[in-house]
């Protein structure tokens, strides 16, 4: 968690936010693919308040040694990444990093991933780049890290196999198709510079 202002003297009503980001070398190799995300809750904000207090929860679930081996056939120990770790991890590994949102989410939602960030916190996963396609198993690469949320699809849904860009971007889809993921009322950059996401060169994409 960040904590990355002080709450203002007159709170006004809470707003929650997803963003969903993909990182992949070029040319794309597996072992240098992640896909990550994270949940924000605003108290306050533009333009009502200069000075919103912010929360921000990554779910970012990498191998403990921060060496991704596809083939290797038993799990390990994982490690859940803040946000400026894993881009900071990315970018050292040559990634371009992919972005789609913020997105408004509603709080039932909001509280869901952040009820899936708390079980991964807690260590009760393991960690496997290509891992069992039972949904509630205790083994988990990235990206069902996050597709885990969404209990409506299995696993075998989002594959591994178009991990990266590819994998990340049919996840954002199938939420918008669910209306899981709003389009903000207002101009977001604000939330961007409080995340410190401008400060690097991530690549804003599309709706799918």
Known sequence: MGLLSSPPAAR??????????AAQSHPKLPRLTHTFATIVKVTGG?????????????????????????????????????????????????????EWGPYAIEP????R????????????FRYKAIDPHQRGARTTDC???LTDVDGADGRSTF???????????????????????LDPLADMSWLETALGLDCYPILHRPNP
């Open 113 to 124: 991933v952040y009820g899936e960030y708390e079980r991964i916190e807690s260590g009760a």
């Open 46 to 98: 533009p333009p009502d308040c200069p000075n919103p207090a912010i929360e921000s929860y990554t779910i970012s679930w990498l191998p403990q040694t921060l060496k991704i081996r596809p083939y290797r056939l038993h799990d390990e120990p994982g490690r859940n990444l803040t946000l400026p770790e894993t881009l900071c991890w990315a970018y050292e590994h040559s990634m371009h990093v992919s």
């Open 108 to 111: 039932d939602f909001f509280q």
């Open 159 to 181: 594959s591994e196999f178009r991990s990266g860009d590819a994998a990340t971007r049919k996840f954002v889809r199938v939420l918008r198709d669910r209306g899981r993921l």
């Open 12 to 21: 006004t009503a809470e707003r929650h936010y997803l963003i969903i980001f």
């Open 143 to 145: 990206i069902h890290a």
